[in-house]
């Protein structure tokens, strides 16, 4: 979740923008059953060992590989919709569990150092899998949201040997800023101050210890009915920890079990390995220097809903209109979408119309 203000400011031709009304690398080292919730419809669930981690990946179907990667607070889970729908119109559909997520766990060090979590990292891990999931494909079709459309558009950037297509969901492209007052971490700090969530996830162990009082099951429902525009804030409250008790409706998208399937994962591993990613954020900033200004050139679309806070975020529409993003992207396709009345968690909101533009432009690369 990053803003146009990390980018250079430019000014270019405007795409085409389209409002959308939503219809009402390594080893298997062990195969299992799948989660009772989807256990009739087969989705094969594996472990396979890659770099220093042994990662989980669920997978569906036969034909053009299509990897979906899940953003924060997720797993391979927030695909479902997508899985089933891909593997049932021709695709192997795969969904991992990333770096520290779900039932990927780490081989060497755990945890704690957020440097393990670097951009190159991420990077290095999906393509690593891409070369045992796909071995005989030389290029997939990737989907990404939230952190991993982050990834996703770097796997871009620095492999386009091994992406046909790429659908990002909900970010659009980090264009980095070579001012050094400008790294990706700092700059939300200018803009929001002390309270943004990305600001207090910096400091280790710092929202792990609140989020330790508050409960796992109450800090996902915070972050997954999230649907205010404006940007998630952490006070350094006792109000504002106490406010968490405040019931909280699901939306119709989510279920009890969806949520507690969320839950359990969650109490498993904890959240610092998914924090450790916009602990990272700085080093990121540094390592990328040799790209900046540098194209993505993979077919790509881009969808968000008109309610997510990334849209929202200063500069986001200007970039993403006004052709600051066909200029970083230049095989960006021309319409970009942005779903009328839906908010962050897009693909698992309107899975039908998400599945129905991924399919569209997907045939068109394929």
Same mark, same amino acid.
């Given at each position: 979740?990053?803003?146009?203000?990390?980018?250079l400011?430019?000014?270019?031709?405007?795409p085409?923008f389209?409002?959308?009304?939503?219809?009402?690398?390594?080893t298997?080292v062990?195969?299992?059953?799948?989660?009772?919730?989807?256990s009739?419809?087969?989705?094969?669930?594996k472990?396979v060992?890659?770099?220093?981690?042994?990662?989980?990946?669920a997978?569906?179907?036969?034909?053009?590989?299509?990897l @979906?990667?899940?953003g @924060?607070?997720?797993?391979?889970?927030s695909w479902?919709?997508?899985i089933?729908?891909? $593997?049932?119109? #021709?695709?192997?559909?795969?969904?991992p569990?990333?770096? #520290?997520y779900?039932?990927?766990?780490?081989?060497?060090?755990k945890g704690?150092?957020?440097?393990?979590?670097?951009?190159?990292?991420?990077?290095?891990?999906i393509?690593?899998?891409?070369?045992?999931?796909a071995p005989?494909e030389?290029k997939?079709?990737?989907?990404?949201?939230?952190?991993g459309?982050?990834?996703?558009?770097? &796997?871009?950037?620095f492999?386009?040997?091994r992406?046909?297509?790429f659908?990002? &969901?909900?970010v659009h492209?980090?264009h980095?800023?070579?001012?050094? $007052?400008?790294?990706f971490a700092d700059?939300?700090?200018?803009?929001?101050?002390?309270?943004?969530?990305?600001?207090?996830?910096?400091?280790? #162990?710092?929202i792990?210890?609140?989020? $330790?009082?508050v409960?796992v099951?109450?800090?996902l429902?915070?972050?997954l009915?999230?649907?205010?525009?404006?940007?998630?804030?952490f006070?350094k409250?006792?109000?504002?920890?106490?406010?968490?008790?405040?019931?909280?409706a699901?939306?119709?998208?989510?279920?009890?079990d969806?949520?507690?399937?969320?839950?359990a994962? @969650?109490q498993?591993?904890?959240?610092?390995e998914?924090?450790n990613?916009?602990?990272?954020l700085?080093l990121?900033?540094?390592l990328?220097?040799?790209?900046?200004g540098?194209q993505?050139k993979?077919?790509?679309k @881009?969808?968000?809903?008109? &309610?997510? &806070?990334?849209?929202?975020?200063p500069?986001?529409?200007?970039?993403?209109h006004?052709?600051?993003?066909?200029?970083?992207?230049p095989?960006?396709?021309?319409?970009?979408v942005v779903?009328? #009345?839906?908010a962050?968690?897009?693909?698992?909101?309107?899975?039908?119309?998400v599945?129905n533009?991924?399919?569209?432009?997907f045939?068109?690369?394929?």
């Amino acid at each position: 979740m990053f803003s146009h203000s990390l980018f250079l400011t430019q000014t270019f031709s405007r795409p085409r923008f389209s409002l959308v009304s939503p219809r009402p690398r390594g080893t298997v080292v062990k195969t299992f059953q799948s989660r009772k919730i989807y256990s009739m419809e087969k989705i094969e669930h594996k472990q396979v060992k890659i770099n220093d981690i042994n990662m989980h990946i669920a997978e569906k179907g036969k034909g053009p590989t299509i990897l @979906f990667l899940h953003g @924060f607070p997720e797993l391979w889970y927030s695909w479902r919709h997508q899985i089933l729908y891909f $593997a049932a119109h #021709g695709y192997h559909a795969v969904a991992p569990d990333l770096r #520290g997520y779900g039932s990927t766990t780490t081989v060497s060090s755990k945890g704690g150092d957020a440097s393990k979590f670097s951009i190159f990292h991420l990077v290095e891990d999906i393509v690593s899998l891409i070369d045992v999931i796909a071995p005989n494909e030389e290029k997939i079709l990737v989907v990404g949201h939230n952190w991993g459309t982050i990834i996703a558009w770097y &796997l871009c950037l620095f492999r386009p040997d091994r992406v046909k297509a790429f659908v990002a &969901l909900s970010v659009h492209f980090l264009h980095r800023n070579p001012d050094p $007052a400008k790294k990706f971490a700092d700059v939300f700090r200018v803009m929001y101050g002390d309270d943004h969530y990305i600001w207090r996830f910096q400091e280790p #162990g710092d929202i792990e210890s609140e989020f $330790a009082k508050v409960g796992v099951k109450k800090v996902l429902k915070k972050f997954l009915t999230f649907r205010d525009p404006a940007s998630i804030r952490f006070p350094k409250t006792e109000k504002f920890i106490n406010s968490y008790d405040a019931p909280v409706a699901l939306p119709p998208w989510l279920s009890d079990d969806d949520l507690n399937y969320y839950v359990a994962n @969650f109490q498993k591993t904890g959240f610092t390995e998914g924090i450790n990613y916009y602990r990272a954020l700085n080093l990121d900033w540094e390592l990328l220097g040799p790209w900046t200004g540098a194209q993505v050139k993979v077919p790509a679309k @881009f969808m968000v809903g008109e &309610l997510d &806070l990334v849209y929202h975020m200063p500069g986001a529409k200007e970039y993403i209109h006004e052709g600051g993003f066909k200029k970083d992207v230049p095989l960006l396709d021309d319409e970009i979408v942005v779903m009328e #009345g839906v908010a962050h968690y897009i693909n698992q909101e309107k899975p039908e119309d998400v599945n129905n533009h991924i399919h569209h432009f997907f045939q068109k690369h394929s």
